[in-house]
């Protein structure tokens, strides 16, 4: 539950300075007061905001997961384990035909790891310590298989622009609701229609509602979109092995210590159940596991 108020939290702040933003800069009382003929301006401002973020959000992901976690980019492996982590994600980026990812790991008790980056050919693979002190290198070789499975179908770049369509989409809905729901409240007098304060909080309250439905569709994406990046461990590494890491993951118990910025890119993620399971970024394991022993 702790996770689901946090998004709420986060998403009513940026929500709230968007809003700020657009009265500030005219765009509010522009939409109220020309109603559709604001359109062009209300696009172009929901368009910077909404896909310019998600981009920028993106761009430092990186460097945000390493700062966020602690990673250790390893750079020159010291120990015969570091080489062969390097070794292994450098097998699986050549069969998947990427770039080389840089590899790192981030000290956590839970058996974790996850992919992030700009494109295909610069990202990042990151592994907890917890990960590689219980599990076998057969089930590491599968989890690693499943990130690169991750950089390789592009989930972050497609996850990004979901994001920032929705974001846009989002943005206009509220305005062009709120536009209408103000001009009813005034009972369509053109004078009381200038974005004023009512107008403000209506497209505030808006944004929060449409931007949780929003994410929902974002988190069902992301959790498609494990299953692939199992297939792509099983392909690499064997459906045995990713089975096998998969129920070794288990042990976690839906615990995650990624930071909420990035738990989405992890391979493991908290489990929720109600209402709330429609903001989970991964499906549960059970329904992974079944998923690979049928071969689907």
């Known amino acids: 539950m702790r996770r689901i108020a946090l998004f709420i939290g986060t998403n009513i702040a940026v929500l709230l300075l968007l809003s700020i933003v657009a009265h500030l800069f005219g765009i509010d009382q522009m939409v109220a007061s020309r109603g559709y003929g604001g359109m062009t ?37 010291q120990t015969e384990a570091e080489r062969w982590l390097v070794d292994t994600v450098r097998r699986h980026a050549q069969a998947a035909g990427i770039g080389m990812p840089e590899v790192a790991i981030y000290d956590a008790p839970e058996m974790n790891a996850f992919a ?31 990130e690169i499975g991750h950089v390789a179908n592009g989930d972050m770049v497609t996850l990004t622009l979901i994001q920032g369509v929705l974001n846009t989409l989002v943005i206009v809905a509220a305005r062009i609701v709120g536009n209408v729901v103000d001009s009813w409240l005034s009972g369509g007098r053109g004078d009381n229609r200038g974005g004023g304060l009512g107008y ?60 909420d910025t990035i738990a989405a890119f992890g391979i493991s993620g908290p489990l929720a159940d109600g209402f709330r399971r429609l903001f989970m970024s991964h499906p549960p394991l059970e329904e992974r596991i079944a998923a690979l022993q049928r071969g689907t």
């Open 41 to 77: 301006g209300l696009l172009l401002f929901a368009a910077v905001f909404g896909m310019g973020g998600a981009f920028i959000s993106l761009a430092m992901s990186k460097w945000l997961a390493k700062r966020s976690t602690g990673a250790r980019v390893i750079e020159n492996p």
């Open 116 to 146: 992030t980056g700009m494109t295909r050919n610069k990202s990042l693979v990151a592994v907890s310590s917890g990960l590689l002190e219980q599990m076998n290198r057969e089930q590491v070789t599968a989890v690693l298989g499943h």
């Open 200 to 259: 403000f909080v209506v497209v505030m309250v808006l944004q929060v509602v449409f931007g949780l439905l929003a994410s929902m569709v974002v988190a069902a994406f992301s959790r498609w979109r494990e299953f692939r990046a199992d297939a792509a461990g099983a392909k690499f590494a064997g459906r045995g092995a990713m089975v096998s890491a998969l129920q070794r993951l288990q042990g976690n118990h839906g615990k995650s210590t990624l930071p």
